[in-house]
């Protein structure tokens, strides 16, 4: 059974007179497939030629496809989409049943459908002759005899002609409508490819959006910094020189000043933690190894520290790295109970490697809403992977894998 596509385009091919431009359209379409497939059919005649045509094909596949690609595109105004990038560029199975799809719509599937088009081509002829037979009969001598045996017949002639006018259009319709399946399918990226691009086409969209926030994150950071912050600290220091010189103020006045100052001060350190949380200056200075350092200075239980880093990494996924290490032992100091944690950073092969380990009672799940729910989020923003390995007792041990370069 034809599809509902097919069935609403040869619908409205019946309703179409016979000169409208759609109707041109698809004849000047599919004819100009008709000098791509005679070659084949010349070799089809001969023997000989048959074996040079087949490495003929072998050999221009792809310049055939893009020629196949380009003619839908221009006279039929179908856009077929080339196969995935890894796709055209990775030798497998997926490559090799393209090339294959692609030889046989060349050799088999696109002659077959050119054939029909040159049918289409003569009934457009056949239907042109016949319907203005009344024009052209008066034309021919009277002693050819022709005149005379047509002189009977020219009612019904004329009558097929048009009726020809009619169905041709829809064949046409019809001829068309087979190609552009034809090639869709043969030419074009099958589903499993479809949806292999449609993942490539997500992952950099992804990358692109995790960029975008972490550069979004760093302007807010510098903002804060050389705006907001600046001005506090400008304040603090006015209201600290005021609260060292203003001796003979009231002392509710001074009352006033003592607590304002204080409040500024409080607000630069919050400020200044936000900042620090939003992207700490230390790993856009100094890199990740000095970051994780400081992370592990101010970390209120003892943190040993091993990094050996001997690749290159992305910056957004060493604020990735950044922040889990943070959010890692913030939650080890708020429920694991533990003496000490080790925190190693290696990279090899192309991965950043994260592990955090503590002596702590254990237990965690991150299928129970705990921190490293967001923790295998965050990981996950980046094509990375989380895994937690804490039995009742302990001791706990984080292993986080980030790629290197997104």
């Avoid at 309703?15 to 005679?38: H, L, M, Q």
């Avoid at 596949?61 to 990775?90: D, F, I, M």
């Avoid at 040159?118 to 005149?147: K, N, S």
Wanted: aromatic share 4%; proline share 6%.
């Amino acid at each position: 059974m034809p599809s509902t596509t097919l069935r609403r385009a040869l619908v409205r091919s019946l309703g179409r007179p016979p000169w409208s431009p759609e109707v041109w359209r698809e004849t000047r379409f599919t004819a100009a497939g008709i000098p791509v497939a005679a070659p084949v059919w010349l070799a089809l005649t001969d023997s000989a030629l048959l074996f040079p045509l087949l490495a003929v094909v072998l050999a221009a596949t792809s310049w055939l496809t893009a020629l196949q690609r380009g003619r839908l595109r221009a006279l039929y105004g179908v856009e077929l989409p080339p196969p995935g990038r890894s796709a055209a560029l990775r030798l497998g199975r997926l490559r090799l049943g393209l090339a294959w799809r692609q030889i046989t719509y060349h050799l088999l599937v696109g002659p077959v459908l050119a054939l029909g088009a040159l049918a289409c081509g003569y009934l457009w002829g056949v239907a042109l002759v016949l319907t203005t037979v009344y024009a052209w009969v008066w034309m021919l001598p009277l002693e050819a005899g022709l005149r005379g045996e047509l002189a009977g017949l020219d009612v019904l002639l004329t009558v097929t002609g048009v009726l020809l006018l009619v169905v041709t259009p829809w064949l046409t319709t019809l001829s068309a409508w087979l190609e552009v399946r034809a090639a869709g399918l043969l030419l074009g990226p099958n589903r499993a490819e479809q949806l292999e691009q449609r993942v490539e086409e997500i992952a950099e969209s992804r990358a692109g959006l995790v960029d975008a926030v972490d550069t979004e994150r760093r302007r807010i950071e510098r903002d804060l910094h050389d705006g907001a912050q600046q001005r506090l600290t400008s304040l603090a220091m006015n209201l600290g020189l005021a609260r060292r010189t203003l001796k003979d103020c009231p002392p509710d006045a001074m009352q006033v000043i003592v607590a304002a100052h204080e409040e500024a001060q409080a607000a630069i350190d919050e400020l200044r933690d936000l900042v620090r949380g939003l992207h700490p200056a230390v790993l856009e200075d100094r890199g990740l190894d000095a970051a994780l350092s400081g992370i592990a200075a101010r970390a209120p239980l003892p943190v040993r520290l091993d990094v050996e880093l001997s690749e290159r990494i992305a910056p957004t996924v060493e604020a990735v790295a950044y922040f889990t290490v943070s959010e890692a032992l913030t939650n080890v100091a708020k429920h694991a109970r533990a003496k000490q944690v080790d925190v190693s950073v290696r990279t090899g092969g192309g991965r950043l490697r994260l592990v955090i380990g503590d002596d702590g009672v254990g237990g965690a799940d991150p299928s129970r809403g705990t921190g490293l729910t967001g923790l295998r989020k965050r990981a996950a923003s980046v094509d990375g992977t989380l895994s937690v390995l804490s039995p009742l007792g302990g001791p706990t041990t984080i292993t986080v894998e980030l790629p290197c370069v997104l």
